[in-house]
């Protein structure tokens, strides 16, 4: 980039995004800024007419920092009308009825409901509601479209976040669609379709047309590629599996999946290069107009219908936004300024929908261009005539200089993401690389373009729309082995810990240094200073975790079910039990537990503790058995045909994991100072009880003054004897049994444990009413302190042998 390039608009964008970003962590009045600003923008006015230069570049700042605090808390803390839907939640079943804005039809039996609500009915009275409302139903026994009037019963709830370090924000997500109300139908059959064609004329038009394409998608694709197609011409990402989600993901492919940048610019590229060599073909229209201009005005309508087909979609719009800034571009004479017109689309984005900012799709688009306009640039000096030697060969011939650019094209955009990748998704792909050469050049040279066509020509000649999609059909089926062979080779595709800002800063840094290296003498300064920082910052991580002297107990937020990781001084780690949702769309695993270890850079699990087969126990284990190291894992030998059990087993017998049997009669274990003691279930087969839950894995852990008993699920007969065996139970915090169940905490056994600090396992307005309002009392009248994962989320306890330093998360 050269030095002389001017972006006048870049420290007004900075100004803006630093104002998005304080308001994100610090509330403001929003008349306060209005308020401010308002008297900021007067002294602005008069400091331009007066010409004023310096004072009018510094209150054009501040007005631009209040202008993004004002955004951002107007998207943060929305002002909602009285009969918003999201004020009038009860906690008990509601009679809904809207419009369906949006469907999205999910894998296998699982459709995503998106309504604005209109009235609801209760007491026998009808009330005039607004609002968006989220709803997730199974087995919907009607065909629902786009402007139906619809009525069902159910539960609705706000969106709420598990409460953990390192978790997705889901309530930021849906925040952004302007959704705070969302709902989950069991049985789709309650789904009652009033009436239709309730909705915008156009875009009926459009869910007309959406729907000829669905059917002829169904009819004429195969099965495998079915899903796909619908993902790149529909924007429905909802049919296709997760084993081939997974292998996208791995092979480094899965933004193909998602219309973005990528699709929407390919679209507008293919229509602007056909329509100016058509406009090229007439002398007369060649002489008299401005080809560019004229075919950048017409691209602008197809990149329209596309993201109109695509669904809106908030990826989908920002995409359209920053290729119809840059055709703006063409149209004025600015195509040159392409940083500014980056600049100018960040900016449109981020007035029109200021969440973003804290968007991974927004951020990744934007990182990924910025990386190919930046590093090309510098990859490319053997372009050069400097750089060439006196003869070049034959490699420097025209197509192997394309082929090479478009080798450091793919380079940059892969070195560009992977920080933010590692950061939301913790994972490198490697083969990123080897699929953006090959694969993602079918995709958006062929199969988008083919199936876009057969869209058309549906309409005008069906034949040869069922040819085209079929061909687009057959393609995908060559690429899915492709996509598979570069998803199985784990070394190009691993998990990585979630690195900290100060890490991503580090390596963008280093990158930029490296590649000034040559020409810069701040360049090789950085370098040096930037690799010190890098060895320090790795060194200090090391020591933290692999000299301290502190017991850290954290209780995960999974929801209604258990899940507690240990991190043991000299950096050994346990993990007991995985959590887990009885429904099969929802890997606890995968989406709450995991990403705490890695937030917390655990890749290594010493110790995987089951304590006893239960899906709410163990539904997130076969996920972490897979993606981290697990050097032994502790089970209570029982048993079960649960599906994840099965799996469970099978990972531990495949990675050659030892798997260890604890109960009362198994020693005593010390690990780096740290005590564990198994106190149930009983040693004898014939003690041991019928039912799962008492036979629960019980351990107390002692770390010098300080003692916590993990009582897994036991209930009434297994405390029963527990305290009746004269066990030394006194423990200074208890997991509290069972989630708090009325059937567990009997008088007697807490009366021998004389807990301090006792916590519940819960989920948010759970359907079992845990805990009981009952067993919370006998803890209170014991002046035990109590906490909750559904009220504190994730809760942190650091020991240090003598004192308990606590900290919640929500």
Known sequence: ????????????????????????????????????????????????????????????????????????????HPHLPSNHISRLITGKKMNVEGNIYLLSKGYLDLTKIYLDAKRIYTDGKVIPVCGKVLIRAKELQDHFSYGDRIRFFALLRHPRNFGNPGEFDYEKYLGMRKIWVTGYLNDGKGVVKISEGNGNPLFLLIESIKKKVDTLIEQQVSLTARGILKALILGERGEISPELKEDFIKSGAAHILAISGLHIGIVAFIFFFLIRKTLLLSERLTLFFNVNKIAAVTTIFPVVSYTLIAGLRISTVRAAIMVITYLVAIIIDREREIYNTVILSAFIILIVLPLSLFDASFQLSFISVLAILYLTAKLWDFKKKEDLPEKAPTFFSKPAKKTALFVL????????????????FNRVSLAALFTNLFVVPIFGFIIVPLGLLSCLLLFLYPPIAEILIKSDSFIIDLINPVIHLFASLSALSFRVATPTLFEIFLFYSFVITIVNFKKKGWAQFGFYLILLLMVINYSCHIIAKNFSSQLKVTFISVGQGESTLLELPGGKTMLIDGGGFYTKNFDVGKNVVAPLLWKRKIRKIDYLVLSHPQIDHLGGLPFILKNFRVMEVWSNQDTSNAKAYLEFISLIKEKKINMVIKDRGSSPLIVNGVGFEFLNPPHSPTGRFLDLNNNSLVIKLSFKEISFL??????????????????????????????????????????????????????????????????????????????????????????DGNRIKIKTYR
Request: with cysteine.
């Open 1 to 76: 980039m050269s030095g002389s390039i001017r972006m006048p608009l870049l420290p007004l964008l900075i100004a803006y995004m630093s104002g998005l970003l304080l308001s994100r962590h610090l509330s403001c009045s929003v008349h306060i800024i209005s308020i401010s600003a308002a008297i900021l923008l007067g002294a602005l006015a008069v400091s331009i007419m007066k010409q004023w230069r310096k004072t009018s570049t510094c209150l054009s700042f501040a007005v631009f920092f209040l202008l993004g605090c004002l955004l951002m808390n107007m998207s943060l």
């Open 710 to 799: 993990f009582t897994g699920d036991i209930e009434t007969k297994a405390e029963a004897l527990l305290a009746a065996q004269g066990n030394n139970l006194k423990s200074v915090v208890i997991k509290v049994p069972h989630h708090g169940s009325i059937t567990s905490s009997t008088k007697n056994f807490l009366k021998k444990i004389k807990p301090v600090l006792s916590v519940f396992s819960v989920g948010y307005s759970n359907r079992r009413g845990f805990p009981h309002k009952e067993v919370v009392g006998r803890y209170e009248k014991m002046g035990c302190r109590i906490f909750r994962t559904d009220r504190d989320g994730a809760i942190t306890m650091v020991v």
């Open 409 to 424: 094209v793919s380079l940059s955009a892969v070195i560009g993401t992977t920080p933010l990748l590692a950061y939301y």
